[in-house]
């Protein structure tokens, strides 16, 4: 079996080129950053339009994260049943027609609702383009590939800062969320030519729903799937947590708005790097050595940013946080999908992201309150140092290194 599907593979290679299959599954990654960058600039506006508090504030980006939980939960168990293509396509329906329906938001309370439904599609395409890239490629290259799959978050990233500069000061926050919209139905029409994975074809037995969730917890499996939970509760804490508010954090010092969103712009430019660092190095240390370093940097970045004391040390360590922070989480990917194998891996995939989720809906609410209670930032940003080293310990002491394994062992 294994020699078929690594031939189905290579077939597939020669009929869609993997940088078709990058570019189209990466799509919706680069809108997930898009909407998790222009929604932490738009809130800056909305708080003043619409008078909101802080916490608030961070309710709105709690209840994308909410949506996002549920429904990468789902979409992982959807996708291991029914197919990775079907549920492509349809998560990024449901994100894209939210998102175009956000612009027309009237008040905090409709603004809820679709926020959730964003991050619902958002949520559910994560772990499904994951799984269809690691099982579109070979073995010798997959780790590199999924990785530079995610590398479409930085860029995201940086499209929501150049969007948000540019456009939101002199046209407003709802053609922000129009021109999210659009691109996304585009990427939809790209997806429709891609086939199912090999990988997923193979397989002798697609495995239920019920079968699967049993399955992540099975002798051998479920210690993977702690580490994994653990590991993305704490990445999806400290990135949403720190990223949502940094353009908010930078107004509350004094900066005008331009200069907020200027300066998370320089930040943000790190993160490409940051990807591609994590591409080479997942290949040649190692998935796991790759992620626990990273981790740890990112944990004193975070430290130092907290006590930054003026607009060079702020730049310089934010700097490094936006470079170790995506360097971390581009090789949680990586790590993650290669410890569960096709059967229930988008299942595993799905729901250890779901789990994190949780840490992104708290992240924003707890920053923001904590903010609101004019705490020092050194011990709030000394918060994301302590859960970082959390994650840093769970990887180091349990994790397991799959570089050079078969998506099967």
Excluded: C
């Amino acid at each position: 079996m294994v020699k078929n599907v690594s031939d189905t593979i290579v077939q597939l290679s020669k009929r869609v080129s993997p940088a078709r299959i990058l570019t189209a599954s990466g799509f919706g990654l680069l809108f997930d950053s898009f909407d998790v960058g222009i929604l932490s600039y738009v809130l800056v506006v909305l708080a003043k339009d619409w008078n909101l508090s802080h916490t608030t504030t961070g309710l709105i980006g709690s209840m994308s994260s909410l949506g996002m939980a549920i429904g990468s939960a789902l979409a992982g168990l959807f996708a291991d049943r029914f197919g990775r293509r079907t549920l492509f396509l349809f998560t990024l329906l449901i994100y894209s027609v939210a998102t175009g329906l956000s612009a027309f938001a009237t008040g905090i309370g409709l603004f809820f609702v679709l926020r959730f439904f964003v991050g619902l599609g958002l949520g559910g395409e994560l772990p499904v383009a994951t799984t269809y890239v690691l099982e579109s490629s070979p073995e010798a290259v997959r780790g590199r590939r999924v990785v530079l799959l995610e590398s479409f978050w930085a860029v995201g990233s940086l499209v929501g800062a150049l969007v948000s500069f540019f456009v939101l000061p002199s046209l407003g926050w709802r053609v922000v969320f129009l021109l999210g919209a659009v691109p996304a139905l585009y990427s939809i029409v790209l997806r429709l030519s891609l086939p199912e994975t090999p990988r997923f074809q193979h397989l002798q037995k697609r495995t239920s729903m019920l079968e699967a969730m049993k399955k992540i917890w099975a002798p051998g499996i479920a210690s993977r799937s702690v580490v994994t939970w653990i590991l993305w509760f704490v990445m999806n804490y400290a990135y949403y947590g720190l990223f949502l508010w940094l353009p908010s954090v930078l107004s509350d010092k004094g900066y005008s708005l331009v200069h907020s969103l200027g300066y998370s712009l320089v930040m943000t430019l790190a993160q490409i790097p940051g990807y591609l660092t994590a591409a080479w190095l997942v290949e040649k240390w190692g998935r796991k050595r790759t992620l626990a370093t990273a981790i740890i940097l990112a944990a004193l970045a975070a430290l130092a940013f907290g006590f930054a004391w003026n607009t060079a040390s702020l730049l310089i360590f934010g700097l490094l946080l936006s470079y170790f922070m995506l360097a971390a989480f581009a090789a949680t990917y990586i790590f993650t999908v290669e410890q569960f194998p096709t059967a229930f891996r988008a299942t595993g995939m799905g729901w250890a992201a779901g789990f994190g989720r949780i840490g992104s809906v708290l992240a924003p609410f707890i920053t923001g309150w904590l903010l609101g209670a004019k705490l020092a930032y050194g011990w709030i940003f000394g918060v994301f140092f302590a859960i970082l080293i959390v994650g840093f310990i769970f990887v180091t002491v349990l994790g397991r290194e799959t570089k050079g394994a078969t998506p099967e062992e």
